[in-house]
């Protein structure tokens, strides 16, 4: 069916929902745009920027709209509009995820292979990190090789550390070291990836986008969503699935297969990415809100003084 007059930005299902705000992520994070050519992203948003324009080309029905609006929002950054890298997207969460898990849980046994997988997943953290900020605040190169460095050390650190302290206890209890050093280095690598943001805090506006100022209360709250956000993404596949290969692994068929304990890892922490990628993104909504009263002094007298009581809550965006 042909449309005119459609607002490409109004969003297709209710973000005040966990269940609306599920459906935008599953829609935007679907693996498979990952696999698109840069051609078809290109010409997605060609086409979304012509719809914001006014301009939607005739013939266009409301379907594509829909689609290169998925394509648009899974490959591009919301603040400035630009492609962003294929690694660090959303979208390439559940294969980048699924083969860097499965090796952490699969190699979790010798300090060598502990650090080789820790500095793998650090790494691609790092740069989902960096992609998925809040571009409003820049950071530098020095910032990025200190957050980097910092988190990597951290997760090592957990790692290598639990590695020793568990060699007495349960098995199960060792193949929980990995997801102890994936939650320790996320709560160190986002807000240090972040830190312009808390130093001089994040951007925030009124319901209508116009800027009021700059916010650090605004900027904890929404990295502490975010890492938050980031623990519970993985923490299903990296506590259930150790269970689970904890007793096939006592059945005779399993024990001569060992070469495939890895690849079937692989493939069921994929499953679980699948689903708790969209899951852990919809927690809280990507445009976060703050009440003015529990902003700073400063930043509150100035919006009353220049809007009085008419505004009540500031947004921004928190990031993913």
């Known amino acids: 069916m042909a449309v005119s007059g459609f607002d490409i930005d109004v969003p297709r299902w209710d973000q005040s929902t966990f269940m609306g705000r599920l459906k935008h992520f599953a829609n935007i994070t679907d693996w498979r745009t990952a696999l698109l050519p840069d051609s078809q992203l290109d010409e997605a948003k060609a086409l979304v920027e012509s719809c914001r324009a006014g301009s939607i080309p005739p013939g266009t029905t409301e379907e594509q709209l829909h689609y290169s609006k998925k394509l648009y929002d899974s490959a591009f950054h919301p603040d400035t509009g630009d492609r962003m890298n294929l690694i660090g997207r959303m979208s390439f969460q559940v294969p980048g995820g699924m083969?860097?898990?499965?090796?952490?849980?699969?190699?979790?046994?010798?300090?060598?292979?502990?650090?080789?997988?820790?500095?793998?997943?650090?790494?691609?953290?790092?740069?989902?990190?960096?992609?998925?900020?809040?571009?409003?605040?820049?950071?530098?190169?020095?910032?990025?090789?200190?957050?980097?460095?910092?988190?990597?050390?951290?997760?090592?650190?957990?790692?290598?550390?639990?590695?020793?302290?568990?060699?007495r206890a349960p098995p199960l209890v060792a193949r929980w070291v990995p997801f102890a050093a994936v939650a320790s280095a996320n709560c160190v690598n986002i807000p240090m990836m972040r830190q312009q943001e808390l130093l001089n805090g994040i951007a925030v506006t009124d319901e209508n986008g116009n800027k009021l100022g700059h916010s650090?209360?605004?900027?904890?709250?929404?990295?502490?969503?975010?890492?938050?956000?980031?623990?519970?993404?993985?923490?299903?596949?990296?506590?259930?699935?150790?269970?689970?290969?904890?007793?096939?692994?006592?059945?005779?068929?399993?024990?001569?297969?060992?070469?495939?304990?890895?690849?079937?890892?692989?493939?069921?922490?994929?499953?679980?990415?699948v689903f708790m990628v969209p899951a852990a993104c919809s927690l809280f909504p990507q445009q976060c809100s703050m009440a003015v009263s529990k902003l700073e002094p400063e930043l509150r007298a100035s919006i009353l003084s220049r809007y009085g009581d008419s505004v009540e809550y500031v947004y921004f965006n928190k990031g993913l």
Request: proline share 5%; net charge positive.
């Open 216 to 273: 650090k209360k605004a900027a904890v709250k929404g990295i502490t969503q975010v890492v938050i956000s980031r623990i519970t993404m993985a923490a299903p596949g990296m506590i259930i699935l150790p269970i689970i290969m904890q007793r096939l692994e006592k059945y005779k068929f399993m024990q001569r297969i060992t070469f495939f304990h890895g690849p079937l890892q692989v493939m069921m922490v994929g499953v679980f990415l």
């Open 99 to 167: 083969a860097i898990t499965g090796g952490m849980l699969q190699f979790y046994r010798t300090v060598p292979a502990v650090v080789f997988w820790q500095w793998v997943n650090q790494s691609f953290n790092a740069l989902v990190n960096y992609t998925n900020r809040n571009a409003a605040s820049p950071i530098t190169p020095n910032q990025i090789g200190v957050a980097y460095l910092t988190a990597t050390s951290t997760a090592l650190a957990t790692a290598v550390g639990l590695n020793f302290y568990t060699k």
